[in-house]
């Protein structure tokens, strides 16, 4: 299983269309599976907390486009749960994240350097 780190730059070589969330999945589990990574696809942390793929505990995140605090409070949210040990977020919105939430690492992927 690849770490946080890793498997971040993997999902930065990867092409992504930008359309919605739907497309973005389809995109990111052809990239995983292409690469032989293992994956849930979503998986409810919580009553509360349903992230989009779980790579062993790396959580990923994929959004199109969201508001900027409402995101944050969501990764806030997944970094809460025990089976989280990082986060990857994958969007098109513009975002600075800090390098950790509640002492989780979380890496950004930008859409627009992966667009198709």
């Known amino acids: 299983m690849l770490d946080a780190a890793k498997l971040a730059g993997l999902i930065r070589r990867g092409r992504y269309r930008q359309g919605n969330e739907f497309q973005i999945h389809d995109d990111l589990e052809a990239h995983l599976t292409q690469h032989s990574v293992p994956f849930e696809r979503e998986v409810r942390l919580s009553d509360r907390n349903r992230i989009d793929f779980l790579c062993g505990d790396v ?12 995101l944050f409070r969501q990764l806030e949210r997944y970094a809460q749960e025990d089976q989280i040990s990082a986060l990857i977020l994958l969007t098109g919105t513009a975002t600075g994240l800090p390098p950790e939430i509640n002492g989780k690492p979380v890496y950004l992927v930008s859409l627009g350097r992966t667009s198709l």
């Open 59 to 70: 959580g990923i995140e994929c959004k199109a486009r969201a508001k900027r605090r409402e």
